[in-house]
């Protein structure tokens, strides 16, 4: 990278990205733009917008754009952004090429928040299954639902990708759970006939539970896929966190996925403090299922589930085990960054005990270190 550029980004040269209710992002960790939505304007529109070329001409004056906080605050901690992910992924693309003329090769595609799970830090934004149950918590009120996440069946955009297939080099899906979407299942059987499959390459969020061989035959015809599979810890904790899951169908789910060529496993922890005491049994599902490699999103929202709810005493301790986890770099890099400041996870506690009295469930059996 030019020495000149050193905090560019090549995502907003590259790569189209939607929020599940179709408005438009520079990436999934940049900030919604929300008067660009596809369901108002179209692909061309969204693209060559004020709002996309003020961000390009950001990064090409090595500034920060203000969408791009979260990428700008973790590099600021020594913590790997998506940025740096972003420009290691594309670095076969000439960066002075793609300023001149940006051009999509990227697709990220959240397709509506259809999902049979209702994890404790989602919102009924992203999980449909959330719907029924979200009025009861506070930090959820504001979450509405509403017919944009219909966007996949009541805009153009797709026809509008498939028409394009000969420039895309990789889709990126999430969601809601992707393998749910009828209209994610026919984008893929569409790329499969047109003869372009192999020349794509696929990558998914996804919480395993529909994975079947019929999805595997088909992504077989595929330059590769990425498997981000979602997990939280070991079996008690899992069944809590990504309630109403089986921890037994995500282990098929691996078990199936370890034969193929095609496809790459890596295991998604979002990493917080739930779920911090885990990490070692992540990464020993990691070696049993010759897993690439452990992917840790960092948990910042809702707060009170987050690392620095922690007490200082339990942050202590999770430095005394984890602040050398050269295993798994990232969560070493986060933990060592982590702020004694005489916190308590109360909240944390509070929101348990509610979930307990709706789903039935027993969070002090589950967390026993609270």
Avoid at 76 to 102: F, T
Wanted: hydrophobic share 35%; aromatic share 12%.
């Amino acid at each position: 990278m030019n020495k000149d550029r050193d905090i560019f980004c090549i995502a907003p040269f590259v790569n189209f990205s939607t929020t599940t209710q179709g408005k438009a992002r520079l990436c999934c960790q940049a900030h919604t733009y929300q008067d660009l939505s596809v369901q108002e304007k179209s692909l061309d529109e969204i693209w060559f917008s004020d709002q996309y070329q003020s961000a390009r001409n950001k990064f090409i004056s090595n500034e920060w754009p203000d969408e791009c906080i979260r990428c700008q605050t973790n590099e600021s901690k020594g913590i790997s952004s998506r940025r740096e992910a972003e420009n290691g992924r594309w670095s076969h693309i000439d960066i002075e090429e793609i300023i001149k003329q940006p051009r999509i090769v990227t697709y990220d595609l959240r397709m509506g928040h259809t999902c049979n799970l209702k994890c404790i830090m989602c919102t009924p934004i992203n999980s449909s299954l959330w719907v029924a149950e979200h009025e009861q918590y506070e930090h959820l009120q504001d979450h509405k639902t509403n017919q944009r996440h219909k966007w996949a069946d009541n805009t153009d955009l797709l026809d509008d990708i498939k028409n394009r297939l000969d420039q895309v080099e990789m889709f990126y899906f999430s969601g809601g759970e992707p393998l749910l979407n009828k209209k994610h299942e026919e984008l893929i059987n569409y790329c499969v006939n047109s003869g372009y499959a192999d020349k794509i390459k696929l990558i998914y969020d996804t919480n395993a539970t529909m994975i079947t061989q019929k999805w595997v035959d088909l992504w077989e015809n595929f330059k590769g896929v990425q498997i981000n599979l979602s997990i939280d810890g070991g079996k008690e904790v899992v069944e809590y966190v990504r309630y109403p899951v089986k921890y037994n169908d995500l282990i098929k789910s691996l078990e199936l996925l370890q034969y193929s060529n095609t496809i790459d496993v890596a295991l998604q922890m979002a990493l917080g403090a739930y779920n911090i005491f885990e990490v070692d049994n992540i990464y020993a599902l990691k070696e049993k299922y010759n897993c690439r490699t452990v992917n840790i999103s960092i948990l910042n929202w809702p707060d009170f589930l987050s690392l620095d709810v922690l007490t200082d005493d339990q942050k202590r301790e999770v430095k005394q085990r984890y602040g050398n986890f050269d295993k798994i770099p990232r969560v070493m890099t986060f933990v060592n960054s982590i702020e004694l400041n005489g916190n308590s996870p109360q909240k944390m506690i509070e929101y348990f005990e509610k979930l307990d009295n709706v789903r039935g469930l027993d969070y002090k059996k589950v967390f026993k270190w609270l």
